[in-house]
């Protein structure tokens, strides 16, 4: 199984600054088709997971334009440039390139 | 706007069959691919399998054994099914759209595994 290993996995950022969440994954993520599938979720408090981005870059609908997606083969970050309150919760990183599909630890983002 | 919803019994005897349904509006089953997510409490994510072309099924192979997911087009409902669950089966179960993307969440519903 591709292994995904995030850092760090708690992350205390102050309210207003940036952020980034790292995830490498154990082996190459470009797929033959061309698309690398690396997704990125947020799970609140109590909640179900929600996409941010998807194949490595694109944003959902409804998602701010202050997180973003990069990377390439097996190093991806997900940023924030501004984190607010309601970006509290936890990231998970998670490959569709390889099956099984596999998620990431989870990194917990939270207040400082 | 497409919903998921879960639903089956929250408590599930040891070595018994935990049912699941997702019921799907907004979408046809027959458009998609469609999967099953667990998360056992205070932990991270686990891919169970996923279904596609109404027939197809791919599973996690350590659970491959014990998982059947199929899915029943007149009712726009997909379910799972695992066998011979133990306590390490506790978790909150979710319904996804897609499978290499997960785009769409059930809200999730738990599980508990218990005599």
């Known amino acids: 199984d591709v292994e995904m290993t995030q850092s760090p996995l708690s992350l205390p950022v102050t309210l207003g600054q940036p952020a980034s969440i790292s995830c490498r994954s154990s082996?190459?993520?470009?797929?033959?088709?061309?698309?690398?599938?690396l997704n990125w979720f947020q799970q609140r408090p109590g909640q179900s997971p929600r996409r941010l981005v998807y194949?490595?870059?694109n944003r959902d609908s409804g998602v701010p334009d202050r997180f973003s997606g990069s990377g390439s083969g097996t190093d991806f970050t997900l940023k924030i440039s501004r984190v607010e309150a309601e970006d509290l919760g936890i990231y998970y990183c998670?490959?569709?390139?390889?099956?099984?599909?596999?998620f990431g630890q989870g990194t917990k983002l939270e207040i400082k | 706007q497409v919903q998921l919803q879960e639903s089956g019994p929250g408590l599930v005897k040891p070595s018994e069959t935990l049912s699941l349904t997702c019921s799907v509006s907004?979408?046809?089953?027959?458009?998609?691919?469609w999967s099953w997510i667990r998360q056992p409490p205070g932990k991270g994510l686990e891919f169970i399998g996923y279904?596609?072309?109404?027939?197809?099924?791919n599973y996690n192979p350590p659970l491959q054994s014990r998982v059947t997911i199929s899915v029943d087009t007149s009712k726009n409902q997909f379910s799972l099914r695992l066998r011979s669950v133990t306590t390490a089966d506790t978790a909150v179960y979710y319904c996804?759209?897609?499978?290499?993307?997960?785009?769409?969440w059930g809200q999730g519903t738990l599980v508990t595994v218990s005599s």
């Open positions: 996804v759209r897609e499978a290499r993307g997960l785009g769409v």
């Open positions: 907004g979408a046809s089953i027959r458009d998609y691919y």
């Open positions: 279904l596609y072309d109404t027939v197809k099924t």
């Open positions: 082996q190459s993520l470009a797929h033959s088709d061309g698309n690398t599938y």
């Open positions: 194949r490595l870059s």
């Open positions: 998670m490959q569709g390139t390889h099956w099984p599909y596999t």
